[in-house]
């Protein structure tokens, strides 16, 4: 009897590698590992998003200022870029993303904002990662899609805010608006609009596109009009500078959407597809658009109409395809167009620079059409299961229109307090100086 019962002890021992192996299999598929070529990847679209700020962006905005005003553009570009990168490590990436108290199925606080529970970037470590890249470069990446959308704000109060008041507003607005509205989007399983609502966003034409462009007609309307516009002529005076930043913009911005996909794949590789077609086609749109309009084809025209296809191509850059990114790129170059001339006109607003023209516009369209052109008849991926084409666009539209309406009253709101408290427009000598003088008590140009 002992012998049996040793016999069948044995046979236990045996057999329990064979009944262990499911688990320690299903154990070694979801624990994540580090992959070098996704990591290399993530590196270099990086450093592309960055660049899209310095010195891509500064440079498309300084060309369309007035020549004594090229460098408080330039500073402003600059200065965001530190001041977002030092708020990001102490809590704006906790608030972004992290997702303590989130539930798949449940709506509560955690679906609008994280928590403080990676301020100072706690946990994040050498060895810590965030599927299959390092979590330090998740989060460096994730801070440049926070420095550029403020500073493409930048574009629509140009050549009449006071430095102060921008560092003051731009801290708050950070703070107040671009963290909740990415937390909403990208936070994961429980967040608001991407989870709940079931909204696509692959690279952020809400949280990017369409909170700075909105934000920045608040700020053009709250700051009121240019010293002697629309009357006096202000055309941009360095076009050299513009089309150079844009050709930077086009070039980072590949970081910008196919590293989104956060791994080197096929999902990264259709999203540079599509992006470089949507612009080349958004390109010739505004340039076609312009030139039956008012007889010739300009630099501007071309670069803005570039500019339009990538803001309007990105929410879908990873699940349309390549007839969708024709349709997007035709779409954003036409009515971003007509919205940064016949309809800015018409209203009377000074957005300097276009920024509400091309981001708020040009975002908001890429988020609808993202619903339609995610669908299988039209190239793209397929839809999510349970959704249909309907359901998708209602989706696409509550996001895009919650997102907008959140950010114009929070904006504005935010406007007043700084305007309250240190004020927000330089005075009339100044602004007639110019800024670089005025304000940082230098020349762009020593003539």
Known sequence: MMRSMQVVKNIGWLALPAMLAPTLALAQETTPTLSSGDTAWMLTSTALVLFMTIPGLSLFYAGMVRAKNVLSVMMQCF????????????????????????????????????????AFLSGVAVDSLSGTIPESVFMVFQMTFAIITPALIVGAFAERMKFSALLLFMGLWLTVVYLPIAHMVWGGAGSLIGSHWGVLDFAGGTVV??????????????LGKRKGYPSTAMPPHNLNFTIVGASMLWVGWFGFNAGSALAANGSAGMAMAVTQIATGMAALAWMFAEWLTHGKPSVLGIASGAVAGLVAITPASGTAGPMGALLIGLASGVICFLAATKLKRALG?????????????GGYLGAILTGLCADKMMGGIGLADGMTLGSQLLA????????LVYTAIMSFILLKIVDVVIGLRVTDEQETEGLDIALHDERGYNL
Do not use: E, P, R
């Open 396 to 403: 696409q539209f509550k996001g895009a229109t919650f997102t």
């Open 79 to 118: 200065a965001i870029t530190a001041l977002v990168t030092v708020l990001w490590t102490l809590y704006g990436y906790s608030l972004a993303f992290d997702t303590t108290g989130m539930v798949a199925d449940t709506i509560n606080l955690n679906s609008f904002v994280g928590t403080l529970s990676k």
């Open 209 to 222: 596109h369409i909170n700075a462009g909105v934000a920045g007609l608040v700020a053009c309307l709250v």
């Open 349 to 361: 607003y000074d957005d300097s620079l276009d920024a509400f023209g091309v981001h708020a516009v």
